[in-house]
Each structure stands twice: as C-alpha cells, then as structure tokens.
C-alpha cells in the first residue's frame, strides 16, 4: 500500500513562503515521478510542478515558474515543493501525487497515487 504524507500547508501572508513536504511509503519511491497539483473551492484540481523519478526533469506551471521550486531526496522518499512571493491565488489545498510510468505528465488522471493534502492560505 503506497502512502503519501503532506506537511507543511498553513496561513501565510501574501509575499511569504512555504515549503511543502510529501513523504512516501510504501513503494518504491525512487521509481515515481512526482507531481504537486491544487485545487481551490470551485475549481478543477490544476497541476503546479513535476520532477522525474530520477529528478533531472522539472516543469512548472506558468502560474508558479519563477518562484517555486521542486526537489526530492531518493534517501528520504520525500518530495518538497517550495514557492515564494506567494499570492492569494496561491490558497488552495495542495496535494502531492505519484505516477509509476514513464512519461511525465502534467495531468491528474495518470497519477495512481495521491496524498490526502494540505491547505494553503495566503491573506492578502
């Protein structure tokens, strides 16, 4: 049973950070590519970044290219998400997700694993 973890989700003022944190277990995490996705009240769950199973393959969404950045750490089976000068449009909640194929994909419907998220706020 894969199990993915957020952490890190909480109340920010618009301009801060946050570091985003999504532990795995369960699997074998070294072979997933890794994607960031949210979903604000009323809207469809949008992609927000992507790093390859071996990490030399990063994407953003234009939403949030310039100011986040992904990582992962293969010892630690943890994906982190960092984005900076965040806006209101930013509050969502934010779920990780694991995808065992080949391609990546910026897309929800592939990912055959996703955490249960967490919620970021951004006051404005």
């Known amino acids: 049973q894969v199990q993915l973890v957020e952490a890190g989700g909480g109340l920010v003022q618009a301009g801060g950070s946050l570091r985003l944190s999504c532990a795995v277990s369960g699997g074998t995490f070294s072979r997933y590519n890794m994607g960031w996705f949210r979903q604000a009240p009323g809207k469809e769950r949008e992609f927000v970044a992507l790093?390859?199973?071996?990490?030399?393959?990063?994407y953003y969404a234009d939403s949030v290219k310039g100011r986040s950045t992904i990582s992962r750490d293969n010892a630690k089976n943890t994906v982190y998400l960092q984005v900076n000068s965040l806006k209101p449009d930013d509050t969502a909640v934010y779920y990780c997700a694991a995808d065992a194929s080949i391609k990546v994909v910026t897309v929800p419907g592939p990912y055959d694993y996703w955490g249960q998220g967490t919620q970021v706020t951004v006051s404005s």
């Open positions: 790093i390859s199973w071996f990490g030399g393959t990063t």
